[in-house]
């Protein structure tokens, strides 16, 4: 028979034993925060009507959807999953309840070339809160409140959220005189950290023929190095649309240190816009503070209608969306995951040293009823191939049951990391695994 | 601007908040249950080369696939979970360590017609283990045993995994001279639950012209209702293939009682064929007893080689496979859900009294920090609103914060079930909820 050749699509993710428990741990604990903050999880179909899935339709999104037809029916695969939760909420609107929080940590597909840290094929993971006609700005504090609890039970210290308005940005622009160029502005203002101050000066006078107060005024209100809410107090009682910006920048930082997140997690930054027409008010990004050059691994903000290609009814939100596989991608590229955690498919190997298996049988059933996860070694080979398989795997402890133990009710376990060896009885030695095991389930999968 | 008529594909899975809860519950236990087996996590792209999805070709399924193209490239959507392992295995020969044992929990797609419990999207849960060279038969007996435990956890009772063993079968056709006919034969013994004795017995005469002896051993044999072992031991000594059936039937026998699985929960069937080309030792079905009209929830067996499409390395294995989307959609329609389990978002929604929210954030947030899953309501909205939003997602606790509270240091936490209201220190309040939220969490997705 002619064989295939096998071989995994560029741009989709495949990952080995041992990468995958480390994704397994982070996704558990991203689940794990985000529950404690009230947020449902939601699960939605990857595959709907082209027509829900472009929705937004035109640009570089649309083509690099998947699409595909089925009989008569025209299908494309979710880019995101912001798309699928506008379907979801309009589509069940009678029956949520409003505010609606859910979370989704699911897969999304783009057909980009593939690169560095790019993939066709990718986990996200998003949190987002609807209000029904309004949404109070408390949620807009929660949000990133909930990913701070979530980074740390990664084992991530060195990050920062950083947070903006988009209102103070469109105030200042009104204030300045420059709204008509509103969105050319916030696009050179967002490269900021990749083209520096001088660059942006340049191009705000020549490209978009700024005046020079005006491009001095811009130029210190988004790189303004002491507290944020000094230069907004300058601007304050001028503009409707600032001062609320800055009302709600204010609210944000104040809930923000309530919900106990450090200044050393997040900051204000006039310079954040983010996305051009999508977010309204609160915006979000998030860097690693020894990683600045991977750019933001988290972003999202407060949007005004969430499901306005399918309803009249006003639907604002808050939400923020999590890269997965980017993230696990940088994690592993800059060598930051936790060696620590327990990576094994095992936590004990039982190796029956007799003929007979009913006592490793018998063993391996009370060790998995004391919530140890066991293998036994059933297959004819040589010793050294027995113990092998446990150091290849990295299973922590292996226990030989010979007929001197059975004899005498007793196991031999080896502690594969110090390579102890001890003979005891099956009750003493199970606690004693458990107990060990215990502790090194509550290494984090990242390295602070 | 035109509205566009939110709506979800027919046969694809969206499920409310409520049933997401449900279905999470299970499909945590499910992982739970499996890695005690000590059996990895894997989750393999959704897409492929349509050359590696369709390397078995033909038939039903290469019909029912899903199929599309982007640029030069062939792609297909992933109809089982095994077609995925079998390129993974292939592709990662040389890093993994063999014996090796996999679960995966992930969607599947079929374009079939949908119908009653029947989807186009479906999750399913299969384990498999795969031996290099070989694989003992006690993984033969993990395997049901895995599955047996899955189904405890979960909370069900009534099931009964039934065994049977492809080279009884085979060994039975040799020794009675029917080989020839042996694919026909086991097809119409599979449909033996379906058409009844009387039919089978007319149709192997009739259809297949076996003689009349030929047909009553073949009927004594499939609905033999004494220990089956009996009617395999008037066989044995005649055929090598029936005989090493029969033997490894009865150490799987020996295995899953040493395993502690109880003899209402398997049994060994002598008429189980199962599929007919794929399996070649021990197969398995799931049957849950109260309800038979539902078929096999839950089917495997013993395979000689997974992946012969990529290499000629022997790669025995044996697996099964859970199929949760219909196990779920058979259990709403059964109304087997435990309504005990705790399906809220929250376990407790503070509601500030106040203007001022700061009390409302420091308690959630201390709330959080004990492990208890809390909501702020801070909409401006009535009273009613506030407690009929608790009560419309069945958040079992309420507090409330007002005035007094603040100034006394105290909280007030109404327990929505009973009505009953108490003002205490938080601490004391806190410890009580997280004891009673505890035992509420025990609760198991499915009534026994």
Redesign the interface.
């Known amino acids: 028979?002619n064989?295939?050749?096998?071989?995994?699509?560029s741009g989709?993710?495949?990952?080995?034993?041992v990468q995958?428990?480390y994704?397994?741990d982070m996704a558990q604990k991203i689940r794990e925060a985000f529950?404690?903050?009230?947020?449902?999880?939601?699960?939605?179909?990857?595959?709907?009507?082209a027509?829900?899935i472009l929705?937004k339709g035109g640009g570089e999104t649309e083509q690099q959807t998947?699409?595909?037809k089925?009989?008569d029916?025209d299908?494309a695969i979710r880019f995101d999953l912001t798309t699928p939760l506008a379907?979801?909420v309009?589509?069940?609107y009678s029956?949520?309840?409003f505010?609606f929080?859910?979370f989704e940590i699911g897969?999304a597909?783009r057909?980009e070339r593939p690169q560095r840290g790019r993939f066709r094929?990718f986990y996200q993971a998003d949190i987002d809160i609807i209000?029904d006609g309004?949404?109070?700005i408390?949620?807009d504090?929660?949000i990133p409140s909930a990913l701070y609890?979530c980074f740390k039970s990664l084992g991530l210290e060195r990050f920062e959220i950083r947070i903006n308005n988009r209102k103070t940005l469109s105030g200042l622009y009104e204030i300045l005189g420059i709204s008509d160029k509103s969105t050319a502005v916030m696009r050179l203002v967002d490269k900021l950290d990749k083209i520096g101050v001088e660059k942006l000066a340049a191009s705000l006078k020549d490209d978009l023929e700024l005046s020079e107060m005006q491009v001095s005024k811009l130029i210190e209100f988004v790189t303004y190095k002491g507290d944020p809410f000094d230069i907004l107090g300058k601007y304050q009682g001028q503009n409707g649309t600032f001062d609320m910006g800055a009302d709600e920048l204010l609210a944000v930082k104040?809930?923000l240190t309530?919900?106990?997140v450090p200044e050393t997690n997040f900051k204000i930054d006039l310079s954040i816009a983010r996305g051009l027409d999508y977010y309204t008010g609160t915006v979000y990004e998030t860097c690693l503070l020894d990683h600045p050059e991977v750019g933001s691994i988290c972003s999202g903000g407060r949007y005004d209608n969430l499901?306005?290609?399918?309803?009249?009814k006003n639907l604002p939100g808050v939400g923020i969306s999590i890269g997965l596989s980017r993230l696990f991608y940088i994690l592993q590229e800059q060598n930051m995951l936790n060696e620590a955690i327990l990576s094994s498919?095992?936590d004990v190997?039982v190796i029956p040293m007799t003929d007979d298996?009913?006592a490793a049988?018998?063993l391996?059933?009370t060790m998995?009823e004391a919530?140890?996860?066991?293998?036994?070694y059933?297959?004819?080979k040589k010793f050294k191939v027995k113990v092998s398989?446990a150091d290849?795997?990295k299973i922590p402890y292996v226990v030989f049951l010979g007929e001197d133990e059975i004899a005498q009710e007793k196991i031999t376990v080896k502690d594969m990391d110090s390579g102890e060896q001890v003979t005891a009885s099956p009750a003493v030695l199970i606690a004693n695994i458990a107990e060990k095991v215990k502790s090194l389930r509550t290494e984090k999968p990242i390295k602070g």
Request: charged letters at 25%; proline letters at 6%; aromatic letters at 12%.
């Open positions: 028979m064989k295939i050749k096998p071989r995994t699509l989709f993710t495949e990952l080995l034993p995958q428990v994704f397994n529950s404690l903050y009230g947020f449902t999880p939601l699960d939605t179909p990857l595959m709907d009507a027509e829900i929705a998947y699409t595909l089925k009989g029916t299908l379907k979801y309009a589509l069940n029956r949520l309840t505010p929080r859910r897969k597909y057909g094929e209000g309004g949404l109070d408390l949620n504090a929660e609890r104040q809930h309530g919900f106990g499901a306005g290609y399918y309803t009249d498919p095992a190997l298996r009913s049988v018998a391996a059933t998995r919530g140890l996860r066991t293998q036994i059933s297959e004819d398989y290849k795997l």
